[in-house]
């Protein structure tokens, strides 16, 4: 069963939102449905039963299950704000990292970039995992 990337790509936005296990986003294998599920909020609609089977239902990755975290910000460093390597490795050793590396993304004029970035890296990394998990997309 098709499944229109931009429902995958909303349904991985949400998964991605909390923390871990405070969202989730399942895909019904046989009819393309996708659920949602937050912790932090009462069901729009209710999860089947059985949505633990994973023969019948596939969980949809969230940033992390995706490597779109810290790695995805050191290659975009890399490529585009080379100058500013050591910067952000200081940035990613204590906490408050993804704030500082938002001001330096606003000091370098580089938020738009970052965000064509991120954008073009998150898509191309779901439409790899639906291939993985031999499901059928369609634009």
């Known amino acids: 069963m098709p499944v229109k990337f931009g429902d995958l790509l909303l349904a991985y936005e949400f998964a991605s939102f909390q923390g871990a296990g405070e969202t989730a986003a399942y895909l019904c294998k046989s009819t393309g449905k996708i659920f949602m599920h937050s912790d932090m909020a009462d069901e729009v609609e209710e999860l089947p039963d059985d949505i633990d089977d994973r023969e019948k239902y596939v969980v949809i990755p969230d940033k992390r299950d995706l490597d779109l975290g810290t790695r995805l910000v050191f290659r975009f460093v ?9 910067e952000v490795s200081r940035l990613f050793s204590r906490k ?10 606003h ?7 970052w965000h064509d970035f991120e954008n073009k890296a998150t ?17």
Do not use: Q, T
Request: aromatic residues 12%; negative net charge.
């Open 78 to 86: 890399r490529e585009f704000l080379p100058n500013d390597y050591d």
């Open 107 to 113: 000091r370098r004029h580089a938020v738009g970039h």
């Open 96 to 105: 408050g990292a993804y704030a500082g590396f938002r001001n330096l993304l």
């Open 123 to 139: 898509k191309a990394a779901l439409r790899e995992w639906c291939d993985s998990e031999s499901i059928e997309i369609m634009d």
